[in-house]
């Protein structure tokens, strides 16, 4: 599970937006590809402000390993990191909308690993955690590969919903606030109240300057060990969600599933990421007539040039009109992050 290139959609609101053919009390839905799970999240969290159904999600996520992509070659274009960094920041994420994400954390996330970081106590280490089959020796590290995206990095799923009162915030405070409210809300099922967020750290430097260093090596060879968990398992207080269930598939489902009589017109709602367009004929046998198609764009993709954008789009309206998909509103690669189809 790594992250995805598009904010994170409460499913039950979508529904009811387009008063779509599925009025029942249980909702099914398809998950292709999102890498994380902040729909499942978002909808949860938001559950208490729909009436009570039933919702299962079935997910369909890629198990295979990713080797490091879409990192830019010093020689392709300019002549050192923070070149290539500055030219990704400011002609390409600042030009698509990208407002809270700041170019010192998206700098400090291209160098060191590190996405969301506080002002009162800034990390000095990178962060290995994408590393594959992490083995110490000696006074370094030796592993197998390193998984997920480094250009991009996971800003967009919770750091986009920019408002009056946030526009001023950094990528990692509207992150933390957007997580927080549907922690709250999962949990009492009502929302949060706008001075619990961030009261535990001093809101005076919540609109602060972010000031950062790239670790030195002495940091960066210091030892990772895990420390015994001193939270015994007993002691966590879960909180228990009804009417939620997740069902997990492997990826060669989406090749199977039109085949089996039990998926045909099964999903009233339908999630799929870009890079996925070209698994449309197997999903859409799978959804209802009257069902929603979701189709993320590339609009947050850093290697995405804006040509791209429209040759992308062109290929999804394409591969939709010929699967039977209609669209619900006009599309604009360079606005929208999200097309909306309907069966």
């Given at each position: ?244 269930k997740v069902i997990f598939h492997p ?31 197997n999903l859409v046998p799978l959804l ?56």
């Amino acid at each position: 599970m790594w992250w995805g290139y598009s904010p994170a959609l409460d499913i039950q609101s979508e529904v009811n937006k387009y008063e779509t053919n599925c009025p029942g009390e249980c909702l099914e839905v398809l998950i292709v590809g999102a890498g994380d799970a902040r729909h499942i999240l978002k909808t949860v969290a938001s559950s208490y402000l729909h009436h009570d159904r039933i919702i299962i999600y079935n997910v369909v996520e890629s198990t295979l390993e990713q080797v490091a992509r879409s990192i830019l070659l010093l020689s392709t274009s300019l002549d050192t990191n923070l070149g290539v960094f500055d030219w990704d920041y400011h002609m390409i994420l600042k030009s698509r909308g990208v407002s809270n994400l700041t170019l010192q954390e998206y700098r400090f996330w291209r160098n060191n690993g590190i996405a969301f970081t506080w002002i009162e106590g800034e990390s000095v280490r990178s962060n290995p955690t994408l590393l594959n089959n992490i083995i110490q020796h000696g006074p370094g590290f030796i592993h197998y590969t390193y998984l997920g995206d480094i250009t991009n990095g996971p800003f967009f799923a919770w750091a986009l919903q920019e408002t009056k009162d946030n526009h001023m915030y950094r990528a990692a405070d509207v992150a933390e606030q957007e997580v927080m409210c549907s922690i709250y809300a999962i949990r009492t099922k009502e929302p949060i109240c706008k001075d619990l967020i961030g009261s535990h750290r001093d809101s005076c430097i919540l609109n602060g300057t972010l000031v950062v260093e790239t670790p030195n090596k002495e940091m960066e060879q210091e030892s990772w060990k895990t420390k015994r968990n001193k939270y015994k398992k007993d002691d966590i207080s879960w909180t228990d969600i009804k009417n939620h269930k997740v069902i997990f598939h492997p990826m060669a489902s989406l090749e199977s599933f039109k085949y089996k009589e039990e998926y045909v017109n099964r999903f009233d709602f339908i999630w799929t990421a870009h890079n996925t367009v070209k698994q449309l004929p197997n999903l859409v046998p799978l959804l209802k007539k009257g069902g929603i198609v979701l189709v993320e764009l590339q609009k947050y993709l850093v290697e995405s040039r804006e040509e791209n954008l429209q040759c992308f789009l062109q290929e999804l309206k394409s591969v939709a009109q010929a699967n039977g998909l209609c669209e619900i509103n006009d599309i604009n690669a360079k606005e929208h992050c999200i097309a909306r189809f309907c069966k």
